[in-house]
């Protein structure tokens, strides 16, 4: 999308009224801003008070130093009088099929184990075979709606919950992943209302919600219990690098891998007797 300016006169003080709240969200003033982007001091403060508008290179400046999400951007951007350049066309859209055919290469060369991409709400976008043919092992994937959403699927009593080990803890952990993982480190109204599903659940306390301390974790554990036996795996979680569409930034690719040979050999057997189901 080709940006330009408008020529509308920004609202009364709206860019102000924006940067400051995205200032105090990440805990900056206006001279740690400052330092961050090289825009001066007086100039930050002239912008937040309506007295200046700056050049749309500038804004995107403060908006990455700020590190604010590219779908927070636009509003930015039409505040100060500027074109919107963020794309927020769909995740499988045409702009979005060398990113797409990128994932789905991702996802067939970890098979045998599984992978999917989720979009920031936790719904599963894509998976390569492995990843349903090993939560059927466990439950019916058929009998869920779709998109299926992995929060829910392991916080549902008939779904994966009972075949998670010391579910607690990783109910409390995935906790951690929402607010940790969340784009840009906001809570929207979307993930207030999914947290507030997964509250809903039996036996999921209040306190969960609210994370004590979020830990930067590298790899997240998680053990499957099947047969009376434990298998354990760990995920790692990637994001999309240097996205330029919301939709890119937004996506999640998740891999989880057999953090032990026992469970490896474990895993490759049950997977040799599952069809492929989607």
């Given at each position: 999308?080709?940006?330009?300016?408008?020529?509308?006169?920004?609202?009364?003080?709206?860019?102000?009224?924006?940067?400051?709240?995205?200032?105090?969200?990440?805990?900056?003033?206006?001279?740690?801003?400052?330092?961050?982007?090289?825009?001066?001091?007086?100039?930050?403060?002239?912008?937040?008070?309506?007295?200046?508008?700056?050049?749309?290179?500038?804004?995107?400046d403060i908006a990455q130093a700020l590190d604010i999400p590219l779908r927070d951007r636009n509003p930015l951007l039409l505040a100060a009088g500027y074109a919107p350049i963020y794309s927020e066309g769909a995740?499988?859209?045409?702009?979005?099929?060398?990113?797409?055919?990128?994932?789905?290469?991702i996802l067939r060369q970890h098979d045998p184990f599984p992978s999917l991409v989720m979009d920031r709400y936790w719904n599963v976008l894509m998976t390569n075979e492995s990843a349903p043919r090993f939560f059927?092992?466990?439950?019916?994937?058929?009998?869920?709606?779709?998109?299926?959403?992995?929060?829910?699927?392991?916080?549902?009593?008939?779904?994966?919950?009972?075949?998670?080990?010391?579910?607690?803890?990783?109910?409390?952990?995935?906790?951690?992943?929402?607010?940790?993982?969340?784009?840009?480190?906001?809570?929207?109204?979307?993930?207030?209302?999914?947290?507030?599903?997964?509250?809903?659940?039996?036996?999921?306390?209040?306190?969960?919600?609210?994370?004590?301390?979020?830990?930067?974790?590298?790899?997240?554990?998680?053990?499957?219990?099947?047969?009376?036996?434990?298998?354990?795996?760990?995920?790692?979680?990637?994001?999309?690098?240097?996205?330029?569409?919301?939709?890119?930034?937004?996506?999640?690719?998740?891999?989880?891998?057999?953090?032990?040979?026992?469970?490896?050999?474990?895993?490759?057997?049950?997977?040799?007797?599952?069809?492929?189901?989607?």
């Amino acid at each position: 999308m080709k940006a330009s300016n408008l020529n509308i006169k920004p609202l009364a003080n709206e860019l102000g009224v924006l940067l400051r709240h995205w200032r105090d969200r990440r805990g900056k003033s206006q001279f740690d801003l400052s330092l961050d982007t090289g825009v001066s001091q007086r100039h930050i403060s002239f912008i937040e008070s309506g007295r200046s508008v700056p050049s749309r290179q500038t804004l995107l400046d403060i908006a990455q130093a700020l590190d604010i999400p590219l779908r927070d951007r636009n509003p930015l951007l039409l505040a100060a009088g500027y074109a919107p350049i963020y794309s927020e066309g769909a995740w499988n859209g045409p702009e979005m099929q060398s990113v797409t055919s990128a994932l789905g290469r991702i996802l067939r060369q970890h098979d045998p184990f599984p992978s999917l991409v989720m979009d920031r709400y936790w719904n599963v976008l894509m998976t390569n075979e492995s990843a349903p043919r090993f939560f059927n092992c466990f439950t019916d994937m058929a009998a869920r709606r779709s998109p299926r959403n992995m929060l829910h699927l392991m916080f549902d009593p008939e779904g994966m919950r009972p075949f998670i080990a010391n579910w607690e803890n990783v109910a409390k952990s995935l906790f951690e992943r929402v607010y940790r993982e969340s784009v840009g480190r906001v809570i929207d109204e979307r993930t207030k209302e999914l947290l507030a599903a997964l509250l809903a659940y039996p036996d999921v306390k209040t306190e969960w919600k609210t994370p004590i301390a979020l830990r930067a974790m590298p790899v997240i554990p998680i053990s499957f219990v099947k047969d009376d036996k434990a298998m354990n795996y760990f995920s790692m979680v990637t994001t999309v690098g240097t996205p330029q569409t919301i939709a890119a930034q937004e996506l999640r690719i998740e891999c989880m891998f057999p953090a032990d040979e026992a469970t490896e050999a474990r895993h490759i057997a049950m997977m040799s007797n599952v069809p492929a189901h989607r």
